[in-house]
């Protein structure tokens, strides 16, 4: 008597399809972005030779100066990193190591805060050179992969 024969396993269910990114809103092929972070400061990303670079503006402040500033609908921005008092008295030369300290300090805060705005620069185990650099965060590569596998490392909006 053959010995009984049993069914064939059933075929696994095909895996689900990755789900696709959330759309992001975001013009990451655009030359120039304006990330707002609030009423009176914004993230600026530029795209310019291979390389985007992020810089933190703010509304600009009376007494205050800054290397670079812009006018946008009659209003005064300046870059976070660039920022001086107008009327600064000339450091003592036993100060001047302070200063530096503060100034390096203060450009490192700024990173930070351009960093936590813009979660594709997240540190990320992907190719493409990311650093900070006075101020500013450079990023080489596709910033939209970089953004699209921090919103993934995230996982789902709770």
Not at 97 to 119: F, N, Q, S, T, Y
């Amino acid at each position: 008597m053959p010995a009984p024969v049993e069914p064939p396993a059933p075929a696994p269910a095909p895996a689900a399809p990755a789900p696709a990114p959330a759309p992001t809103g975001r013009p990451f092929a655009a030359d120039r972005e304006v990330i707002q972070i609030d009423a009176d400061t914004y993230v600026e990303r530029e795209y310019r030779n291979g390389y985007h670079d992020y810089s933190l503006w703010e509304e600009g402040r009376d007494g205050i100066g800054y290397h670079r500033e812009t006018i946008s609908r009659s209003v005064r921005w300046g870059r976070v990193d660039t920022r001086y008092p107008y009327d600064a008295p000339p450091l003592p030369l036993d100060l001047v190591g302070a200063a530096i300290d503060a100034e390096l300090k203060h450009r490192r805060e700024v990173e930070d805060r351009i960093i936590a705005a813009c979660p594709e620069l997240e540190p990320l185990d992907l190719p493409g050179p990311l650093f900070r650099s006075r101020g500013v965060v450079r990023l080489g590569g596709d910033p939209r992969v970089r953004f699209n596998a921090a919103m993934a490392k995230r996982g789902p909006p709770t």
